[in-house]
C-alpha cells in the first residue's frame, strides 16, 4: 500500500518569494517515483517534476526543485521567485514500481496563493 | 495537438440517464487510465488499460464500464447515472514502465441533477 501525506493544506507566498509545499510518503516498494503536478483554478493537471527513488541528485526544472530525503519519505517541492500563475492547487504523489501496478497514489492537495 | 483528449469537458446530465466520455491520446503510450476528483479534490484511480487489458479495476459501482478499443483509446461508459456521480473525470496515459511520467487529459466534468 502506498500513502502520500501533504499536511498543508493552503499557503501563501509573496509574489518573487520561494514557497516549499510539504509531501511525505509511504511504502513498502524498494523503487518507486515521485511526482509533483499543478492544477490550476481552469482544472487541468499538469505534470511539473519527477524524482526516481535511486537518484541521487534531487530533480530540479527551471523554477521548480524537488527537495527527496529518503531516509525521512519526504519529497518536498521548491518553487523559487513565485510568480502570480504560480498559484494553483499542488498535489505531491507516487507510483511503486512492485506492488502497486502503474497507479499513482496521490495526496490531497496544498492550495497555494501568491500575492502581489 | 491535445497530447490526451477528452470529451465532452462539460456534461450536465439528470440522474438515471447512462452517459459515456471518450477519451484519445496521441503519445504513442501503452497504459490509459480514468481517475476520479471529487468535491474536496482529492485524486483516486478508478480503472487502467495496459494494452487494451484491464489492470486495474479498483472499488468502483458496476454501473461504471471502461472500454479500450485500442491502445490509444479508452472510453468510460456510466449507467443509471446517481447525484454522487458527480465530479470531475480525468483521463490519463503513460508508458507501462516504472519511471514514467503519467500525462493527464483536461478533465470532464460532470454533474448530475
Known amino acids: 500500500a502506498q500513502k502520500i501525506t501533504q499536511t498543508q493544506p493552503g499557503m501563501f507566498v509573496q509574489e518573487k518569494e520561494a514557497v516549499t509545499l510539504d509531501c511525505t510518503y509511504d511504502?513498502?516498494?524498494?523503487?518507486?517515483?515521485l511526482f509533483w503536478y499543478k492544477q490550476p483554478s481552469s482544472g487541468e493537471m499538469i505534470f511539473l517534476i519527477y524524482?526516481?527513488?535511486?537518484?541521487?541528485q534531487n530533480a530540479t526544472e527551471g523554477r521548480y526543485s524537488l527537495n527527496f530525503q529518503k531516509a525521512r519519505k519526504s519529497a518536498n517541492l521548491v518553487i523559487s521567485a513565485s510568480q502570480l500563475g504560480d498559484s494553483a492547487m499542488y498535489f505531491c504523489?507516487?507510483?511503486?514500481?512492485?506492488?502497486?501496478?502503474?497507479?499513482?497514489?496521490f495526496g490531497e492537495g496544498t492550495q497555494l496563493t501568491v500575492n502581489p | 495537438d491535445t497530447a490526451v483528449s477528452q470529451t465532452p469537458k462539460y456534461l450536465v446530465t439528470q440522474m438515471g440517464n447512462d452517459k459515456s466520455i471518450k477519451c484519445e491520446q496521441n503519445?504513442?503510450?501503452?497504459?490509459m487510465y480514468w481517475y476520479k476528483q471529487d468535491s474536496k479534490k482529492f485524486l483516486k484511480i478508478m480503472f487502467s488499460?495496459?494494452?487494451?487489458?484491464?489492470?486495474i479495476n479498483e472499488t468502483v459501482p458496476n454501473r461504471f464500464s471502461p472500454k479500450s478499443p485500442d491502445k490509444a483509446h479508452l472510453n468510460l461508459h456510466i449507467n443509471s447515472l446517481e447525484l454522487g456521480d458527480s465530479a470531475v473525470y480525468f483521463c490519463?496515459?503513460?508508458?507501462?514502465?516504472?519511471?514514467?511520467?503519467?500525462?493527464f487529459g483536461e478533465g470532464s466534468w460532470l454533474t448530475v441533477v
Open positions: 490519463a496515459s503513460s508508458l507501462g514502465a516504472p519511471g514514467n511520467t503519467i500525462y
Open positions: 524524482q526516481g527513488s535511486y537518484d541521487e
Open positions: 488499460y495496459n494494452n487494451k487489458e484491464l489492470i
Open positions: 503519445l504513442g503510450h501503452d497504459t
Open positions: 511504502t513498502s516498494d524498494q523503487s518507486y517515483g
Open positions: 504523489a507516487m507510483r511503486g514500481w512492485e506492488t502497486s501496478g502503474s497507479r499513482l497514489t
